[in-house]
């Protein structure tokens, strides 16, 4: 696609939020050697994006500008980069690009085969594109606590914060297939959301029980799974059994101290912190289970490209029942 162009979506320096985001035609990448190009279906947009956007991790990240934001995208693949030999043309693919490059908002991307799996044209390009950070963040978390998907394991008593949202709506699905009990907290009108998806109590998040985080069969819980931005160790400690965890993937900076201290201490109850990593090897599986049936993503809301600004305000409001999802 030698001189072709493509419609991209770029920022061009920090800051600005979604009126930052500038509608472009730029130049349709060429695979270089280990690399597919892909058509671009789906992209879903996460919180890391916007973060970037903001300076979070200036001055690593974007790497350059302009920069097209996000790296969670399906699509098929169009042309391969020379010693590929995993794909074809033609495949129905779903992965996460690096961060460093991000590409996702737009009609064509280029990524190294290695962080592609294929995915069954039974999975639509809008449920696949839900699942590379957060899915696999959600199912990082539940596999590090011994479970196991065919219900044979120990079974935990539970609790996920924010069960409504992208990371959390993926944990509850997950933490049932391995047969746990789960309790999870969202916003009153996102109950029944979660109860659907498997939940088998659920707390309004703003009531008395669920701001104090009590299970209402006033068990302690083994392990709590935090995806709620603001709640803190101090939260936590008084629901925990005696040897219960938490495991954190909305740490704040306070909670990453809490983290490092607490790995110096002989305290019974644990804090962990969690980022997502092996996002390849996880997705194969994943993809496999919403084939299944076994697990669906929640989509909060669907835009065009050329509506990607309200998509991203959508997410910087961070209330969001899902995913936000882009599609090309």
């Known amino acids: 696609m030698a001189g072709a162009t493509m419609r991209a979506v770029q920022y061009h320096g920090y800051g600005g939020g979604a009126a930052a985001l500038k509608h472009e035609e730029v130049p349709i990448p ?7 190009l892909i058509k671009v279906e789906a992209a879903s947009i996460n919180p890391a994006d916007w973060k970037i956007q903001k300076g979070f991790l200036r001055p690593f990240l974007p790497s350059k500008f302009p920069f097209i934001p996000v790296t969670d995208i399906a ?8 010693q590929v030999d995993t794909f074809k043309v033609g495949d129905k693919v779903v992965g996460m690009l690096n961060f460093t490059k991000g590409g996702g908002l737009a ?12 995915r069954s044209p039974d999975v639509s390009p809008i449920e696949a594109a839900g699942l590379p950070m957060t899915a696999c963040t959600a199912i990082q978390v539940v596999k590090d606590i011994g ?6 394991g120990e079974r935990l008593n539970i609790l996920i914060t924010s069960a409504s949202g992208g990371v959390g ?5 997950l933490a049932k297939l391995g047969n746990h009990h789960v309790t999870a907290t969202c916003g009153a009108r996102n109950v029944e ?14 009531s008395p029980e669920g701001a104090a985080l009590k299970s209402p069969s006033g068990k302690k819980y083994d392990v709590i799974i935090n995806c709620a931005y ?9 629901e925990l059994s005696d040897t219960g965890r938490v495991l954190d993937v909305a740490a704040s900076p306070k909670t990453l101290l809490i983290f490092l201290l607490r790995k110096l201490s002989f305290s019974k109850k644990k804090l962990s912190v969690i980022l997502v990593s092996n996002v390849t090897e996880k997705l194969g599986f994943l993809v496999e289970l919403v084939k299944e049936g076994k697990l669906k993503t929640v989509i909060d809301s669907t835009h065009s490209l050329e509506k990607a600004e309200e998509a991203w305000a959508k997410c910087l409001d961070g209330h969001a029942t899902g995913k936000i999802i882009v599609e090309m």
Do not use: C, N, R
């Open 30 to 36: 060429s695979p270089k050697k280990g690399e597919v």
């Open 75 to 82: 699509g098929e693949i169009v042309e391969l980069g020379s």
């Open 107 to 118: 009609e064509y991307v280029v990524a190294p085969a290695s962080l592609m799996v294929l």
């Open 147 to 152: 479970t196991k998907f065919d219900g044979t």
């Open 169 to 173: 709506s993926y944990a509850v699905q």
């Open 193 to 206: 959301l979660v109860k659907s998806l498997g939940a088998d109590e659920v707390l309004d998040y703003k």
């Open 230 to 238: 603001g709640l803190e160790w101090s939260h936590f400690k008084p």
